[in-house]
């Protein structure tokens, strides 16, 4: 099909920014979750509408990826970028469901900051994601992946606290099970938070 | 040398379809297994077999790629094809060794249904496998890989549902952390069927 | 930038050696630790300064990469190997990390028995890589992913049977949890460590 020589105008900058804004929008509804006392039907039902929004714009990106044949840059990290953003919104999904699952009682203060540091780390990225379009926003840009790396490495050292606490004062083996395995899950969502931040400074570095 | 761009003839369909009915045999293997009160040395042999032919599988077409300058499609798509049908593979290998190691007893109506499943995803990828020779198959493939998408689905909630059962019935923690370890590892069987749908559909939409 | 033309001079296998050499000392240092009766604050330091020291030596490989025209071996190659090896050395470090965060007295035999595995394989990884400069030394480089993928099988078993033992002789749960993590953690550092050996055939392949 010669369709795909001649795509329709596709701007990938703006499909990025519509999937960072709704992981901003994942984040907060991260939050909100996690100060309540449990995880209701109805919350658990929201997060999971945010996050297949989520799929679907990052579906879009890799169906325009696959159909079109000049990109912005490397379509390698176009693919890339779409994907881990979309983790990041699967782990939150993942960590609301699996403590709805375990009848987990909240607010646990260790959650509460952990969803603090996830809704710092997007918002930073939202904003790297938006400067992409310019490489006068390059320095800018730059700073921000440094400061998500650090976001990650202080959610590193509030999972280890976690843990020890957890260790600690839990002596029920069975919620010891249960919240080591939400505390490492929600982890993991700094750890993709900083693959983005990396996979933008790959972008810029290639551009430059 | 120059042997490489002179490749001897390698038929990369026939060599997925045949790595594909090992995938459908491993899964037969793996159902009766599940079906039994306990995983024995002999079923555990056969299981690692058929798992050992899966790597040869693998591997001979990773040689081949390696070196071969022409390919019916993307070099990167070859080697994740293969190598996600071989996960496929290995996951259901590790299962039933883990249930051997932990001593678990069977039969387990939630493996029943895990097997099940995972049996209908890798028969319904081996039809889409094999009709990659021709693009007039397309739409069927594309059903496939919906199919399997389903499938994938249904195997979240059997692991949710499996899981919820197992912290409300079972009471000794060290069997809750035999048989959460064995729920969450064949799940992940039907993750991987999933990726293989997705490659599948990339190969497609490439081609079209 | 004109300079991503006329890179500085940049010799990609000089830096690959300092990582292996630098694994080398990981793996020293992860050997001497595990033999302990526990984890000191200095030991652990010890650790992270290595790890901190390979993340710079692979940072390094990558900027260079970003910056550099042409390679000795594939550019995807050249960002696995220096991945790959940085996630050794990553393992070795996070197990450390969680035996003192866990409280875990040593020395435990099985973590010794991990140590010397990956000590081995870490070595003959170091030996590989500084054969990478001359094609003559293609045999014995194959000959070493081939003792790799062994040691790799080793660590399988090694750490089955350590599962084995635990589930046998360990009654607290609390301890069951900690020391299987332990132990499924370690057991990852020689899986990643036959990814490099895979990774180091693949590029011999293609240089063949």
Request: glycine content about 2%; overall charge negative.
């Amino acid at each position: 099909m010669l369709s795909k020589f001649f795509p329709k105008e596709f701007n990938f900058f703006e499909f990025f920014d519509k999937q960072a804004l709704n992981l901003v929008d994942a984040a907060a509804c991260f939050r909100e979750i996690v100060a309540l006392p449990e995880v209701s039907e109805e919350a658990q039902r929201k997060m999971k509408e945010i996050e297949r929004n989520g799929d679907k714009m990052a579906y879009a990106i890799m169906d325009h990826l696959n159909k079109t044949f000049i990109t912005p840059f490397d379509r390698e990290d176009i693919h890339q970028l779409a994907n881990e953003m979309d983790e990041v919104n699967d782990i939150m999904n993942t960590v609301v469901a699996r403590m709805r699952l375990y009848k987990l009682k909240g607010p646990d203060a260790n959650m509460v900051q952990f969803a603090e540091l996830i809704t710092q780390a997007v918002n930073v990225i939202s904003g790297a994601v938006a400067g992409l379009r310019d490489m006068k926003n390059m320095n800018n840009i730059l700073k921000a992946c440094v400061e998500v790396g650090n976001l990650e490495s202080l959610g590193d050292r509030l999972r280890d606290s976690a843990l020890m606490e957890l260790f600690e004062k839990e002596k029920d083996p069975i919620q010891v099970i249960k919240w080591k395995e939400i505390y490492q899950i929600a982890e993991t969502a700094l750890d993709i938070c900083k693959h983005v931040a990396h996979n933008i400074e790959s972008i810029l570095v290639k551009q430059a």
